[in-house]
């Protein structure tokens, strides 16, 4: 069955920087598109940032433009989310996503804590 497993969440000092990953499993990786969401208290879950298949293309929401980066290793069924210059409103659970099957599956989410 699918499975998506995030870690590296944290908490960190507004400036600072975390790694996420997504270890993938139970469908073939290297073929979907991947997807990092964000969910705040009291707020929608939003989409932070995409990458196609082969990791060529990538977009993101304009507000962590040029401070986060999502890549992907295909060997190694996982996905990355690099997240320099944390701002507090970036505190939120973080999920990664994938559509195998055209059903959208979900990990278990990982806490991002960006404060002083």
């Known amino acids: 069955q699918v499975q998506l497993v995030e870690s590296g969440g944290g908490l960190v000092q507004p400036g600072g920087s975390l790694r996420l990953s997504c270890a993938a499993s139970g469908f073939i990786f290297s073929t979907y598109n991947m997807r990092w969401y964000r969910q705040a208290p009291g707020k929608e879950r939003e989409l932070v940032a995409t990458i196609t298949n082969t990791g060529g293309n990538t977009n993101y929401a304009d507000s962590v433009k040029g401070r986060f980066t999502i890549s992907r290793d295909n060997a190694k069924n996982t996905v990355y989310l690099q997240m320099n210059s944390l701002k507090p409103e970036d505190t939120a659970v973080y999920y990664c996503?994938?559509?195998?099957?055209?059903?959208?599956?979900w990990g278990q989410g990982t806490q991002v804590t960006v404060s002083s």
């Open positions: 996503s994938a559509r195998p099957g055209g059903r959208t599956y």
